[in-house]
């Protein structure tokens, strides 16, 4: 499986985006699904899951209520919408899918498929 995220750029605090992971291969359905995220000089970070059903979606706190993670399984592709954006959330976006939703949902040690990430950077 190969990961592609796009979608991002440089928008003012208050506005929105949305990113975008397109998957290669026929398994995409079977995957549980992630978003992270990595500032500059910090360690990657844990933004949201969707389990493979897409009936289990959790997202970290920092993003709760701003954040809503989808997956379309049709299209390969899994969504982050992200409103009301802060400068704090400046960092590179990645989309990462593992089979098993515990390595996703612990940060995403061990993860089996990692896409290259997407700039998203917040002005004030």
């Known amino acids: 499986v190969q990961l592609q995220a796009y979608g991002g750029g440089l928008v003012q605090a208050g506005g929105s985006l949305r990113l975008s992971c397109a998957a290669s291969?026929?398994?995409?359905?079977?995957?549980?699904m992630g978003w992270f995220r990595q500032a500059p000089g910090k360690e990657r970070e844990f933004v949201a899951f969707?389990?493979?059903?897409?009936?289990?979606?959790y997202y970290a706190e920092p993003v709760k209520g701003r954040f809503v993670i989808s997956r379309a399984d049709g299209e390969n592709t899994l969504y982050l919408q992200m409103n009301s954006l802060k400068p704090e959330d400046t960092a590179v976006y990645y989309c990462?899918?593992?089979?098993?939703?515990?390595?996703?949902?612990?940060?995403?040690?061990?993860?089996?498929?990692w896409g290259k990430g997407t700039q998203v950077t917040v002005s004030s």
């Open positions: 969707i389990s493979r059903s897409g009936g289990g979606i």
């Open positions: 990462a899918a593992d089979r098993s939703l515990s390595k996703i949902w612990s940060g995403g040690i061990g993860v089996d498929y």
């Open positions: 291969g026929r398994t995409f359905s079977s995957l549980a």
